[in-house]
């Protein structure tokens, strides 16, 4: 079983930045897809990026393209979030999730798919 724990959330200005990370405790990290969620109190959980095993695919929901960029580093065990231009609905539990499926594409945007989830991070924006 995969444990998955981030870091690297905290209060940040609009316009500020901020990198999750999201450290898996096994070794065949690398043939999991990754993905990046976020739910906000009261709210549905968002799809906000995936990357492939590889990292040769990447995807992004519409609300964060051009302004978040998922990586990852495979020798590392490791999954980031790197989030530019933050805005107070950026605000919100952010969490790292594992899938073993092999489909590519925005259909990675199903949360079904995740098998292996992470607690979470909170990230907090003020205006």
């Known amino acids: 079983q995969v444990q998955l724990v981030e870091s690297g959330g905290g209060l940040v200005q609009a316009g500020g930045s901020l990198r999750l990370s999201c450290a898996a405790s096994e070794r065949t990290f690398g043939s999991y897809a990754m993905g990046w969620f976020r739910q906000a109190p009261g709210k549905e959980r968002e799809f906000l990026a995936a990357?492939?095993?590889?990292?040769?695919?990447?995807y992004y929901a519409d609300s964060v393209k051009g302004r978040f960029t998922i990586s990852r580093d495979n020798a590392k065990n490791t999954v980031y979030l790197q989030m530019n231009s933050l805005r107070p609905e950026d605000t919100a539990a952010y969490f790292c999730a594992a899938s073993t499926t092999y489909l590519m594409g925005l259909v990675l945007q199903q949360s079904s798919l995740y098998r292996y989830w992470g607690q979470g991070t909170q990230v907090t924006v003020s205006s």
């Open positions: 990357i492939s095993r590889n990292s040769l695919g990447t």
